[in-house]
């Protein structure tokens, strides 16, 4: 089991060491969810995407127009393949897996808009990934409009108005629709962001070892992130790893920039310190 998760881990560090162009999204979220299924077989999932994206092709024939390449890919994912949001259960951890969503049916906005875009990607439809506040949302941009696809909704179009909604159901009725909401985002930060859906989703039921698992990854893709390392440091301590904690906690302090936690920070170290230099 150790051995497994030290190949899970040293895979995903791999994929994450990339340059933003040479790294590839699905194999990407694939990877990540090996330390969770040892087993996955990532070059079947792959083809399983290869499959779909082959018939939504076959589907939109010659007519390559943006609203005929859309109803092609939605009629595959969500007609015949029958994927959906997953209203009943929205925090399960599988909702963030992509072999768990692809097995099940069931994903949360932003994997199942990674699978959208994988797809579309595949039939030379180019769609990006919008870090929309609390829904992940995906765009395609033509030469005369902006067409914004909710893969959660079962790939309908929506509008400015009904992208106001959305956000009000997040933040209630405080942030309203402007153009840096829909920016685009990149592989590595899309990447990040499901990993943060589930760090929260473990740290919320306990599971801190997961939980810790989780930032180690979001490390991986960003190195030195002060907060991500502050919090591996409390769960560490959670978890009696006091050496680790004590490392972390005292990294955090030495390179986060005015930390408004610091008296919170140092009374852990003190505590820390305390355990790691007493006497077995």
């Avoid at 996955?40 to 999932?45: F, Q």
């Avoid at 015949?80 to 209203?87: D, S, W």
């Avoid at 929506?158 to 985002?185: H, R, W, Y």
Wanted: glycine fraction near 6%; proline fraction near 4%; aromatic fraction near 8%.
């Amino acid at each position: 089991m150790i051995l497994e998760t030290i190949k899970a881990r040293q895979s995903f560090f791999e994929i994450a060491a990339l340059d933003e162009d040479a790294m590839s999204l699905d194999r990407a979220a694939l990877t990540m969810g090996l330390e969770e299924y040892p087993d996955l077989d990532i070059a079947d999932y792959v083809r399983r995407l290869d499959t779909l994206a082959a018939r939504a092709e076959a589907l939109a024939g010659i007519d390559r127009r943006p609203a005929t390449v859309i109803e092609s890919i939605n009629n595959v994912i969500f007609v015949q393949e029958g994927l959906r949001g997953n209203t009943e259960d929205y925090y399960d951890p599988r909702n963030s897996y992509l072999n768990e969503v692809l097995d099940r049916k069931m994903g949360i906005p932003i994997s199942l808009s990674v699978i959208y875009m994988e797809i579309a990607r595949r039939v030379g439809f180019e769609i990006e990934g919008i870090g929309f506040p609390g829904h992940f949302l995906v765009k395609h941009v033509s030469s005369d409009r902006e067409i914004i696809i909710d893969p959660f909704g079962l790939g309908r179009i929506v509008t400015p108005n009904e992208c106001q909604e959305i956000l009000d159901k997040t933040s209630d009725g405080t942030v309203s629709v402007n153009p840096a909401l829909f920016q685009p985002m990149g592989k590595r930060a899309i990447l990040t962001r499901m990993l943060y859906n589930l760090k929260g989703i473990y740290m919320q039921r306990e599971y801190y070892h997961k939980a810790i698992s989780v930032i180690d990854k979001i490390l991986m893709l960003n190195p030195g992130t002060c907060s991500e390392i502050r919090d591996r440091g409390v769960l560490y301590m959670q978890t009696s790893l006091f050496a680790k904690a004590l490392a972390d906690l005292e990294y955090y302090l030495a390179h986060a920039a005015a930390p408004e936690d610091v008296t919170y920070i140092r009374n852990h170290i003190k505590m820390l310190r305390g355990i790691v230099s007493a006497p077995n």
